[in-house]
């Protein structure tokens, strides 16, 4: 079983800074994907940042909304991917989720979601 534990949200205010981060667990052999989503109310879940964990070096993929405020990172040892996000904005407001893809050690393909963690931006 993989598990993912995000922390990091919070309420502030237009402009403001929040860091997200997520740390998986369990039995991983190897990680192929780590990134984040975000659900505002009465919307659908959008991928706004992935790191693409490829043999050549990692590829780190934005949502439009997001390029040149948020920054994706990862710890490969530690198992943690992170979210920094800066000049936040009202329309950021959503609930986060963490992905995470890869292999068990069963060899086996995963992907898991995290719980999702509260962010809000008020004017």
């Known amino acids: 079983q993989v598990q993912l534990v995000e922390s990091g949200g919070g309420n502030v205010q237009t402009g403001e800074s929040l860091r997200l981060s997520c740390v998986a667990s369990?039995?991983?052999?190897?990680?192929?994907?780590m990134g984040w989503y975000r659900q505002a109310p009465g919307e659908q879940r959008e991928p706004i940042a992935i790191?693409?964990?490829?043999?050549?070096?990692?590829?780190?993929i934005y949502a439009d909304s997001v390029k040149g405020r948020f920054t994706i990172s990862r710890d490969d040892v530690k198992k943690t991917v992170s979210l920094q996000m800066g000049d936040l904005k009202p329309e950021d407001t959503a609930v986060y989720y963490c992905?995470?893809?890869?292999?068990?050690?069963?060899?086996?393909?995963?992907?898991?979601w995290g719980r999702g963690t509260q962010v809000t931006v008020s004017s």
């Open positions: 992905n995470v893809g890869g292999f068990d050690t069963d060899y086996q393909p995963f992907g898991r």
């Open positions: 369990g039995k991983i052999h190897s990680v192929t994907s």
């Open positions: 790191i693409r964990v490829q043999p050549r070096g990692d590829v780190a």
